[in-house]
């Protein structure tokens, strides 16, 4: 079906139309050109089945029944549809009152279709209408306003080089490059500033010439005034760090130095102190012998100084772990050098981390060792569970709801985590090994009990690539009998409202046609869901259930104004935010544009959620 209309347009020709010098010739119409434009019907778009000149699409049949002109002559029809059917194109765009045309999209997405109506003097009227396309069956469904996005910020094209300005000058011209897996945080609310600012820090993309590598820039977005400001770092990729050394050319922990840079990184695993500062560990990149690898440094980023402190760890890739004995810290324990771990800070301001990927000799494999660390005193790293070597563990999942010392969830990277009220650990997702030791797309949801050390599977499959169970967009309960669940999926972005319900966008996994790829769980997704950690109940909230949906950015530049026919495009490996009031934002990845095109964004989204779970 379609969404609201929008507001109606009409126009005279130039010229009316030929003069009729015979009535005859005017099919029986008034000679006299109407000055009164026709009337545009609500005309609707609804799924239809494939012509057979086509062997892949969407097809939707488009007609308008109650169209009418005030002269009286017959409405002809005119139809453009929005998604930049190249010339040459055979379908048609003409029609009539009794004539639907049946349009095929390549792909699903939100279109604007306009309806031109004319009558034989040339006096027109068109009414435009969104139409979001969704599901390869054909289903076009009518958006219903549980999301209200608003583009803020960054281009609506992949591949962007941003705009770097001067230094610490805020500017609404500056914007960060196109990136995905960047570190992310929020400062204090203060005067000026009663919302705080958002941090993004590095990343793997483009830089300011266009050039893509492991970014190491840190910028601050102002909501208030919606500009961005490039704090430190280069403008440029595959920069090399500088770690504090002694005469002798050893490592100084613990050093803040303005000569300390962090080397071009990306999927970092990090966390924000009671300071506001973030915390920054390992992640893929340059190490200070300028090779790439898997990094195990810490290092400490003072967003009110752009100062970075080193803290501790190798400066040189692909380490080893030196885990201690468990459950003790001691300045010389280590996780292994990797990426795309999973973080939590809890309730008291403590650092955990899961999992990730890192090296087992010349291997690339995932770990499923779990660590914590106290940025409140010198004490070092605590191993607490799981192997320190990357190993590819499979999940150990004992019985639903239920707590076990033996619980174990499979090794795994780019899962999504949150804290709930009660200061337990979740965890959901991402690219792991399941049960059986099959490596996919995972739906799994944990939870991780700190005071008790134990680990409960709480819902989900504990067999990769399982597809989602949808429901009824935005209600939490679907069909007797089943259970809503987004299927399996990596690197999606997240967010945790006021009340502590948990709530997901994106990612890469499979959709409602069950499309699957062994290297990627599917495709990339712009459904979003939310999780009720009261009733452990999901809910679908908004979002196309098809892969590779592009985006729809309404207005021509960036607006604060939302609409619930906004739609950021497919993505993964995005960065997000919960501002000090409570707003979720959501900037750049790896996705698809305006166009339909995939590549690095920059775009910067929030969401008004108009809309809670109904039961």
């Known amino acids: 079906m379609i969404g609201r209309s929008m507001q109606a347009v009409s126009k005279k020709g130039l010229f009316a139309s030929a003069v009729c010098l015979f009535l005859a010739a005017c099919h029986g119409s008034n000679s006299t050109p109407s000055s009164v434009p026709p009337t545009v019907g609500s005309f609707s778009c609804t799924p239809t089945t494939l012509p057979s000149t086509f062997t892949t699409g969407i097809a939707v049949s488009c007609s308008d029944t109650t169209a009418k002109t005030s002269d009286g002559s017959a409405p002809n029809f005119s139809w453009v549809f929005g998604d930049q059917i190249?010339?040459?194109?055979?379908?048609?765009?003409?029609?009539?009152?009794?004539?639907?045309?049946?349009?095929?999209?390549?792909?699903?997405?939100?279109?604007?279709?306009?309806?031109?109506?004319?009558?034989?003097?040339?006096?027109?009227?068109?009414?435009?209408?969104?139409?979001?396309v969704s599901a390869s069956t054909g289903t076009a469904i009518t958006a219903e306003g549980v999301e209200n996005w608003a583009w803020t910020s960054g281009s609506k094209y992949i591949n962007s080089a941003g705009d770097f300005q001067t230094l610490l000058q805020a500017s609404t011209s500056n914007q960060p490059s196109a990136r995905q897996n960047s570190a992310t945080w929020t400062t204090a609310a203060i005067v000026g500033h009663p919302v705080g600012q958002l941090l993004v820090f590095g990343g793997f993309g483009y830089d300011s010439t266009a050039t893509a590598g492991y970014l190491n820039d840190l910028w601050a977005f102002d909501p208030s005034n919606n500009e961005w400001t490039w704090l430190s770092g280069s403008n440029r990729a595959n920069?090399?760090?500088?770690?504090?050394?002694?005469?002798?050319?050893?490592?100084?922990?613990?050093?803040?130095?303005?000569a300390n840079v962090i080397s071009g990184r990306t999927a970092v695993a990090q966390w924000k102190d009671k300071n506001g500062n973030l915390w920054l560990f390992g992640g893929s990149g340059y190490d200070i012998n300028n090779n790439i690898g898997y990094l195990s440094d810490l290092w400490e980023l003072n967003p009110n100084t752009g100062e970075a402190t080193y803290i501790s760890g190798p400066a040189v890739m692909n380490t080893a772990a030196t885990p201690g004995t468990q459950g003790t810290a001691n300045p010389g324990n280590f996780p292994a050098g990797r990426s795309f771990a999973i973080?939590?800070?809890?309730q008291n301001g403590g650092f955990?981390?899961?999992?990730?990927?890192?090296?087992?000799?010349?291997?690339?494999?995932?770990?499923?060792?779990?660590?914590?660390?106290n940025p409140n005193n010198s004490q070092g790293w605590t191993w607490i569970s799981g192997g320190t070597v990357a190993t590819n563990s499979p999940g150990v999942y004992g019985t639903l709801q239920t707590a076990a010392a033996g619980n174990s969830p499979g090794a795994r990277v780019s899962a999504q985590s949150w804290v709930d009220s009660q200061g337990n650990l979740w965890m959901f997702g991402g690219d792991g090994y399941d049960s059986a030791g099959s490596f996919g797309a995972l739906s799994d949801l944990w939870e991780y009990n700190i005071a008790k050390n134990q680990w409960t599977w709480i819902s989900g499959s504990n067999v990769q690539g399982t597809g989602s169970v949808y429901g009824t967009r935005g209600h939490s309960t679907p069909a007797a009998g089943t259970t809503n669940m987004p299927g399996g999926r990596v690197g999606t972005v997240g967010w945790v409202d006021a009340n502590h319900n948990f709530w997901l966008f994106g990612g890469s996994g499979s959709d409602s046609t069950s499309t699957t790829s062994a290297n990627d769980g599917g495709g990339a997704l712009n459904e979003l869901w939310t999780f009720n950690t009261t009733t452990q109940k999901w809910t679908w909230m908004g979002g196309v259930n098809v892969v590779n949906t592009p985006g729809v950015y309404l207005t021509q530049y960036p607006s604060t104004t939302g609409s619930s026919y906004n739609s950021p495009g497919s993505r993964v490996w995005g960065s997000s935010w919960v501002d000090n009031s409570g707003n979720f934002w959501m900037f750049g990845g790896a996705g698809v544009d305006s166009t339909g095109s995939s590549g690095y964004l920059n775009d910067l989204w929030t969401i008004q959620l108009t809309v809670q779970p109904v039961p």
């Open 239 to 258: 920069s090399i760090g500088a770690w504090p050394k002694d005469k002798n050319g050893n490592l100084i922990p613990n050093t803040t130095s303005p």
């Open 86 to 132: 190249p010339s040459g194109s055979t379908q048609p765009t003409t029609g009539n009152l009794t004539t639907p045309v049946v349009h095929v999209y390549a792909q699903p997405g939100v279109y604007q279709v306009v309806l031109t109506v004319s009558d034989d003097h040339g006096t027109t009227a068109s009414q435009a209408q969104y139409v979001q």
């Open 343 to 346: 973080t939590w800070v809890d």
């Open 352 to 373: 955990w981390m899961f999992g990730g990927q890192g090296l087992n000799g010349s291997n690339v494999e995932t770990f499923n060792d779990l660590w914590y660390y």
